[in-house]
């Protein structure tokens, strides 16, 4: 594989954590002030359900 590949699956890796990040952060969340303790157990609980009760496709 070349370097130009690898990088390029990179790129698409990193466009689905984007797309993963942008959903639950505007869709998962309600918009508060949080503690980073508070974010964190937010995230957590998202992480968890997800496959269960949250849903993602990438066209």
Do not use: P
Request: proline share 0%; with cysteine; net charge positive.
């Amino acid at each position: 594989m070349s370097l130009e590949a690898s990088g390029e699956q990179a790129v698409a890796r990193l466009n689905r954590v984007e797309k993963l990040w942008r959903k639950m952060k505007y869709e998962g969340m309600t918009c508060k002030a949080r503690s980073s303790a508070v974010l964190e157990a937010d995230v957590d609980q998202i992480l968890a359900g997800f496959s269960s009760e949250y849903r993602m496709t990438f066209c």
